[in-house]
């Protein structure tokens, strides 16, 4: 067979979703011509779609040594690179190939992404204009478009593209979650719990997003799920689909489940909610995640809330829903006595896996405006590389986190603080659940459980929120807050 037969047989395969088949003739091209152009570019593209964006680059790279006008290898790098955090040179890679097609529609579309994910909301909408001006059927274009619009509080024109792209594609369950997003962060619960379902869906986000979700489901197929029916001599698996602080802002609807009558709930969660599980009413078993379990039936922790038909004004808001062992809590008071009060846990980055990561984490030097308050002890709750920054910037911070083995630990100490100021990470549904006060550091877009323009919180009664007048400026959120905390512990 001819090199350009192979390479359109594997183009077939390619197009069709067979992945493994098309990458065995890419490869056989390339043992008789390394380089090819084609098999190299087409190869990192499957690379790409199966995780490994490094290999991609390489491979993408090398096709764009031999052509360097071939304008779909520049955005196909640029997906690579974005996939791995080098924005910057996505963008680069995204305009080059503008550079040599303008009216390139996919390549529009991912500029407009990475301008996105800098932040640069205002330059995304305007690719995604362009795009959609090039070609006014791309569904893919008004999602983005509508996820841009959201992150700039612009929620009746996000939902207007959201149904536009619904028009095209509606059985997508990409673009019912996206549209789910909005109507969560307006408030309107009953509509946007059933489309949050479509979570649950293959395809409803990208694979680096939702391959654990995936998983889980893979795992659980020939488990039926519960359906709200009677449970009465049957046992029900409560696992986690979405991330810690999602698992802790659900922990609220367990004890409501005995009402079914399952013989026993056993919940799956992460090994450091194991013992905060445990002490919870209702639940009569917690397995650690991936742990082998016989049930009669499932369900994912993230559907609570539509399970009980949750409005804003019926969440289940009695606080705490969690405690701590009084033999814990008194080994972190007698820890620290001696320590005067007012004492203050802080929280200022999340995890770097989060896709919205870069819009939710502060570096530490900003908390200048807290941290140089005479009176106030500031204790870390930081965990994961963003604890480096306490030497960094040298600022004396108390930290015993390295005590803290799981988070019923971190929940004792945190029973001992009079406050947490925290970005939206874990710590803050902990804080909440707990009953204690804690100050969000809200970003501009929000969230859809924070909502749009509240200082409060249906979720957590003890919760104030301090949101960004706009995206990524933390300095005048920090100094609402160093404002606050003189008036609260009354300092000058």
């Known amino acids: 067979m001819l090199e350009s037969e192979k390479i359109g047989l594997a183009l077939q395969h390619h197009q069709a979703g067979r992945l493994p088949q098309a990458a065995t003739l890419y490869r056989e091209v390339l043992a008789f011509d390394p380089q090819n152009v084609d098999a190299l570019h087409f190869l990192g593209v499957i690379a790409h779609q199966q995780g490994r964006h490094g290999e991609a680059e390489e491979l993408i790279s090398r096709a764009l040594l031999r052509d360097g006008s071939n304008a779909p290898a520049y955005s196909n790098l640029g997906n690579a690179l974005e996939a791995q955090g080098k924005i910057r040179e996505a963008i680069d890679c995204y305009q080059r190939a503008l550079a040599l097609v303008p009216d390139y529609v996919d390549a529009l579309v991912n500029l407009g992404a990475a301008f996105r994910a800098q932040g640069e909301l205002e330059r995304a909408v305007g690719c995604y204009r362009k795009a959609l001006e090039l070609k006014p059927d791309f569904p893919a274009a008004y999602n983005n478009l509508a996820i841009t619009l959201t992150g700039l509080r612009r929620p009746d024109e996000a939902i207007e593209n959201c149904l536009r792209a619904l028009q095209l594609r ?11 997003m909005v109507k969560l962060l307006l408030g309107d619960y009953e509509s946007g719990l059933a489309l949050f379902e479509s979570r649950l869906e293959k395809d409803a986000l990208s694979q680096a997003a939702h391959g654990a979700l995936q998983a889980n489901l893979e795992d659980l197929r020939d488990l039926p799920r519960w359906r709200g029916e009677p449970g009465a001599g049957r046992d029900l698996l409560i696992w986690p689909d ?19 009558g399952f013989r026993k709930v056993i919940v799956s969660c992460e090994d450091g909610l194991v013992r905060i599980m445990q002490s919870l009413p209702g639940v009569d078993e917690v397995v650690a995640r991936g742990q082998p379990v016989k049930v009669n039936c499932h369900f994912p922790m993230a559907s609570l809330p539509l399970m009980f038909r949750t409005r804003v004004d019926t969440i289940p808001n009695k606080i705490p829903y969690l405690s701590v062992p009084e033999k814990l809590k008194r080994k972190w008071a007698d820890r ?12 200022w980055a999340g995890r770097k896996d989060n896709p919205k990561d870069s819009l939710r984490s502060v570096r530490l030097e900003k908390f200048s405006p807290l941290l140089d308050i005479t009176g106030i002890r500031f204790f870390s709750l930081q965990k994961g590389e963003a604890v480096e920054q306490i030497e960094e910037t040298g600022f004396k911070l108390i930290d015993y986190m390295d005590e803290c083995s799981d988070l019923l630990e971190t929940s004792a100490l945190v029973e001992n603080l009079d406050l947490v100021v925290s970005v939206d990470t874990a710590t803050v549904h902990l804080a909440g659940a707990l009953g204690r006060p804690v100050w969000l550091l809200n970003r501009f877009e929000s969230e859809w459980r924070w909502m749009l323009d509240r ?5 957590y009664p003890t919760m104030r929120i301090f949101t960004q007048p706009k995206g990524g400026n933390w300095s005048d959120v920090l100094a609402d807050v160093a404002s606050a905390l003189r008036s609260r512990f009354r300092l000058v």
């Open 170 to 180: 509606p059985d997508s369950a990409e673009l019912k979650f996206g549209l789910s």
């Open 242 to 260: 979405q991330g810690l602080g999602d698992a802790i802002m659900m922990m609220r609807y367990f004890p409501m489940l005995k009402d079914f």
């Open 336 to 347: 620290l006595a001696a320590v005067k009060p007012p004492r203050v846990g802080l929280v």
């Open 455 to 459: 200082e409060d919180s249906p979720w």
